[in-house]
């Protein structure tokens, strides 16, 4: 398999892809076509521990990667020392029609587990396999979980470093004490004085930058990407839509063929992208519903097909999808033109300078066939978790909790009964104090410290609350290091020259 770039370049391998994360032209590699699963293949999925489910996805798009070197990274990555559920991505009922997908049982408790406890494995092997023999030093920009996420992958593999950059006031403590306390010897920590959407277009310039690429080359190092743009952070995510499909089948939910809806809490638009590939692989899905917060830029793309970024930047307690310019829709924006790089790379050209893009009628259309689009704000997703709590007896975190209030909202808007899936992205306790507001009101925090959230939490809804959490306190703090928005660049280097 081959990949192109969005904007109609290149030509490469899966692991060109991913090592190099973004294509040349600054667009973002897509697959030359989307492998077939058949049916019958869907079913004996059910019957595959995760890492064989994983293995069977992933190499139908990893082709330069033998099945043994795959076999090997899944099984390590999807193990159950890193994982608390053996299931990896357990499927729970939540009511008559809805089931929830727990994608936060990994180490840093949100869904980029997922892919970033792969990720490392896939990065080393692409840098062995294209004969790189300088250090790969990933750069992320994090609204919160991924920074961490990405720490914990790389945290000491031989041949790598990781540098995170948060935005300084932007995350939850939980996010903030994870990443601060990490430990190994290639990890960095740099918080930018600015948003999420500041820290992402800084690593893109810095990604963009021959100059930078000669400062690190220097000094032994090549760039590379563990955002949601890299190909290896997107292919891992294509297995759990496969998973709980399956894992429907298999507890005779459905029959096999028939329509399930899922709906997820989206920032950069990733984890609804990897449904939508799983969806031109065969996998059987009705809509996609993109659930959105108070930042509803995809929410009104797809109720009017104009993508605009004129508009305020709310903090909200779901600060993991606090993003105007969701980048994974340029990939999407390449199968709504069939294809045509030349035209989304006008768009992509047109929202940098001029802050919006308008796919027209067609498109629109064609968009609204699949997607729906809608939104919650902070009211509505405390709302959301004291209801689901009392009602169905399961405790959600606020992103959960968007999707959960806005999927109540789709089923009001269309009644469809199509079976659900709510796509959960992160443990409660990774937001403790906002679940705790849901469930008991937001009184009770105020005097709260983030720790006794979390007890109070765990004593009130008897769920228990993971060893990571309990720990943080103890942890020494390891990263201090601030930047301007203006001097990422400058920061990195700082850092490299500090070790
Ligand atoms: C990253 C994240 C999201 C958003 O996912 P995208 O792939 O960026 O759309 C939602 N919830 C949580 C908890 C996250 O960490």
């Given at each position: 398999m081959s990949f192109f770039s969005t904007r109609g370049g290149s030509c490469v391998t899966a692991s060109q892809a991913i090592l190099r994360g973004i294509a040349?032209?600054?667009?973002?590699?897509?697959?030359?076509?989307?492998?077939?699963?058949?049916?019958?293949?869907?079913?004996?999925?059910?019957?595959?521990?995760?890492?064989?489910?994983?293995?069977?996805?992933?190499?139908?798009?990893?082709?330069?990667?033998?099945?043994?070197?795959?076999?090997?990274?899944?099984?390590?990555?999807?193990s159950p020392d890193r994982f608390d559920d053996p299931a990896i991505a357990p499927l729970k009922p939540l009511d008559e029609s809805t089931?929830?997908?727990?994608?936060?049982?990994?180490?840093?408790?949100?869904?980029?587990?997922?892919a970033l406890q792969l990720l490392p494995y896939l990065t080393?092997?692409?840098?062995?396999?294209?004969?790189?023999?300088?250090?790969?030093?990933?750069?992320?920009?994090?609204?919160?979980?991924?920074?961490?996420?990405?720490?914990?992958?790389?945290?000491?593999v031989p041949g790598t470093s990781c540098t995170v950059f948060y935005p300084l006031d932007g995350v939850s403590d939980v996010q903030r004490l994870q990443m601060v306390t990490t430990g190994g010897k290639n990890t960095h920590v740099i918080a930018v004085k600015g948003n999420f959407d500041d820290a992402q277009t800084g690593v893109k310039e810095l990604f963009a930058s021959s100059e930078f690429a000669e400062k690190m080359d220097a000094r032994g190092k090549v760039l590379s990407s563990a955002n949601s743009i890299n190909f290896g952070r997107l292919v891992p995510q294509v297995v759990y839509y496969f998973s709980s499909y399956a894992d429907l089948l298999s507890r005779h939910v459905i029959s096999s063929g028939s329509p399930v809806n899922f709906c997820v809490p989206?920032?950069?638009?990733?984890?609804?992208?990897?449904?939508?590939?799983?969806?031109?692989?065969?996998?059987?899905?009705?809509?996609?519903?993109?659930?959105?917060?108070?930042?509803?830029?995809?929410?009104?793309?797809?109720?009017?097909?104009?993508?605009?970024?004129?508009?305020?930047?709310?903090?909200?307690?779901?600060?993991?999808?606090?993003i105007l310019v969701s980048s994974n829709l340029?990939?999407?924006?390449?199968?709504?033109?069939?294809?045509?790089?030349?035209?989304?790379?006008?768009?992509?050209?047109?929202?940098?300078?001029?802050?919006?893009?308008?796919?027209?009628?067609?498109?629109h259309d064609w968009l609204e066939s699949i997607f729906w689009g809608g939104c919650a704000n902070d009211i509505e997703t405390l709302a959301e978790i004291g209801r689901r709590f009392?009602?169905?007896?399961?405790?959600?975190?606020?992103?959960?909790?968007?999707?959960?209030?806005?999927?109540?909202?789709?089923?009001a808007a269309t009644n469809d009964p199509t079976p659900t899936v709510l796509v959960s992205t992160a443990s409660p306790y990774k937001f403790a104090r906002d679940v705790l507001a849901g469930i008991a009101g937001e009184e009770k925090t105020a005097q709260l410290d983030p720790f006794a959230c979390s007890e109070e939490l765990e004593r009130l809804s008897g769920v228990p609350m993971p060893d990571?959490?309990?720990?943080?306190?103890?942890?020494?703090?390891?990263?201090t290091a601030q930047c301007e928005v203006g001097g990422m660049g400058d920061a990195v280097l700082k850092e490299f020259a500090r070790i």
């Open positions: 040349p032209d600054g667009g973002l590699y897509v697959p030359a076509m989307f492998p077939l699963v058949s049916s019958g293949k869907i079913s004996e999925l059910g019957q595959m521990p995760y890492p064989k489910r994983a293995l069977e996805i992933l190499s139908l798009y990893l082709e330069d990667f033998s099945q043994a070197e795959i076999s090997e990274a899944v099984h390590a990555a999807y089931w929830v997908l727990e994608l936060f049982h990994g180490p840093t408790l949100a869904f980029k587990d997922m080393v092997l692409s840098a062995r396999k294209n004969g790189e023999k300088r250090e790969v030093s990933i750069l992320v920009a994090t609204s919160g979980d991924t920074g961490k996420a990405a720490l914990e992958g790389f945290r000491d989206t920032g950069n638009f990733g984890n609804i992208l990897a449904a939508y590939y799983a969806r031109q692989m065969g996998l059987p899905i009705n809509r996609l519903i993109c659930a959105s917060n108070r930042n509803k830029v995809l929410t009104d793309f797809f109720a009017s097909g104009l993508y605009s970024t004129h508009r305020v930047f709310f903090k909200t307690k779901s600060p993991s999808m606090d340029e990939r999407l924006l390449f199968e709504a033109t069939d294809r045509d790089g030349e035209l989304v790379r006008t768009w992509m050209r047109t929202l940098k300078e001029c802050g919006s893009y308008s796919v027209g009628d067609q498109r009392r009602m169905d007896g399961y405790l959600m975190d606020t992103h959960t909790a968007v999707a959960s209030s806005v999927l109540r909202e789709y089923r990571q959490v309990r720990v943080l306190l103890d942890l020494p703090i390891r990263h």
